[in-house]
């Protein structure tokens, strides 16, 4: 039997060896990429699964999806520095023991009275606070504040101030005392917070402009408490003087200011 050859794109074929191909079951190629039916559990409706660590512009809002990193929990450490930070801070306060020489109402403002305060300086210092609503007056005459001593100057309706009284008060501000440094106390000495081993270690006070322009006594004084004894504290700090600690009258776990 001659044999035939049959042209087949470049391939040359005997014709005997036609009956093998027709009798091998060739198998179409099959290859590794997914078909629409087997995507379908991933994309729909819309699998927020789908390479995972992407945002998934179709999920919603409220679909709990990793795609944003997450801000660490603040350690004892990061607590520990911040409450370093703020005692640092207060202790660039220059707080004063003071004694109220006199007081009287401000001849233009009614919710204010101006005292002559000597904290320890050859002259007394004139400061206008606004307690005429919470305080008689007759209560100020002689008394023993707490006066915060390194603030710029005001002028609080034609009277220029030269420092504030801290008091404490209730969250709404309803009733507000005065600080009152212990009987011995005397004025003119500096206050700290902390233990007596703490107050020769104080710097010296930051200037009224340093006060102003790094924002001292805005970052402190959110610290700043009466605790369950209405003894006045900063954080876990307490408020010293040479003759014992400072407090208020009644108020506890109040805002001081």
């Not at 990429?33 to 819309?46: E, F, M």
């Not at 999806?65 to 801000?71: D, G």
């Not at 008060?169 to 440094?181: G, I, K, R, T, Y």
Request: net charge negative; glycine share 6%.
């Amino acid at each position: 039997m001659a044999a035939m050859t049959i042209g087949l794109r470049g391939l040359s074929l005997s014709t005997l060896s036609l009956p093998l191909l027709r009798s091998c079951k060739i198998k179409p190629p099959t290859h590794s990429y997914p078909t629409s039916r087997s995507l379908k559990p991933l994309i729909s409706p819309c699998n927020p699964t789908v390479f995972r660590g992407f945002p998934s512009f179709c999920a919603s809002p409220d679909v709990n999806v990793e795609t944003t990193a997450t801000v660490p929990p603040a350690t004892e450490a990061d607590n520990a520095q911040s409450a370093d930070d703020i005692r640092n801070a207060a202790n660039l306060l220059d707080i004063r023991v003071g004694r109220i020489i006199k007081a009287w109402r401000h001849e233009e403002a009614d919710s204010l009275y101006v005292e002559e305060v000597d904290v320890g300086e050859p002259e007394p210092r004139i400061i206008c606070s606004g307690l005429v609503k919470y305080i008689p007056s007759d209560l100020l005459q002689d008394a023993k504040v707490v006066v915060l001593a390194n603030l710029k100057p005001r002028n609080m309706r034609g009277v220029k101030s030269n420092g504030m009284l801290m008091a404490a008060s209730d969250a709404a501000h309803e009733n507000v005392e005065l600080l009152m440094p212990p009987d011995g106390a005397v004025p003119g000495e500096r206050i700290w917070f902390g233990t007596e081993d703490d107050k020769d270690g104080q710097p010296e006070p930051a200037t009224p402009n340093q006060v102003q322009k790094k924002k001292i006594w805005e970052s402190v004084q959110p610290q700043l408490k009466t605790d369950a004894s209405c003894t006045a504290m900063l954080g876990e700090h307490l408020m010293q003087t040479s003759a014992g600690v400072v407090v208020c009258r009644s108020l506890k776990n109040a805002n001081i200011s």
